[in-house]
């Protein structure tokens, strides 16, 4: 598990489902953690100076959340490094979706892998 972030109340659960692990605290906050490997991505779709690859989504959340603020990386490797973008907005659901993007188009393909840490509360 990664270091979470500062809460005020203590653990009430801690567990792993749909893909995500989490810890739900005593005052209505949580944290959750996933890792999406990805291989291959191709960045071809030319976006002004830039090119994409096309929309990657994640899983849903194990439950729903009344507020979150979402952090993402990615992490490649085959060599050939990319940045993340939101594909789309996120929901009390679903962390947003993203594209991976370079300054030069590849056929070839991008491989790695895209974490995601979730805090917010929950219903």
Same mark, same amino acid.
Request: aromatic fraction near 12%; proline fraction near 4%; include cysteine.
């Given at each position: ?17 749909? &893909?995500?692990? *989490? %810890? ?11 890792? !999406?490997?990805? @291989?291959? /991505? ?5 976006? &002004?100076?830039? *090119? %994409? ?11 729903? !959340?009344?507020? @979150?603020? /979402? ?53």
């Amino acid at each position: 598990w990664k270091d979470a972030m500062l809460t005020a109340g203590f653990i009430t659960v801690s567990k792993k489902r749909n &893909g995500w692990r *989490y %810890r739900e605290y005593s005052d209505g906050t949580c944290d959750l953690w996933t890792e !999406l490997s990805v @291989s291959n /991505v191709k960045i071809t779709t030319a976006v &002004g100076s830039l *090119y %994409r690859s096309e929309k990657i989504t994640l899983n849903n959340y194990p439950f729903k !959340l009344t507020s @979150s603020s /979402v952090t993402a990386e990615f992490a490649a490797s085959n060599g050939i490094g990319a940045l993340m973008w939101p594909a789309s907005e996120k929901t009390t659901d679903a962390p947003p979706g993203y594209y991976l993007m370079q300054p030069i188009s590849s056929s070839t393909g991008v491989s790695g892998v895209i974490s995601v840490h979730v805090h917010g509360t929950y219903s």
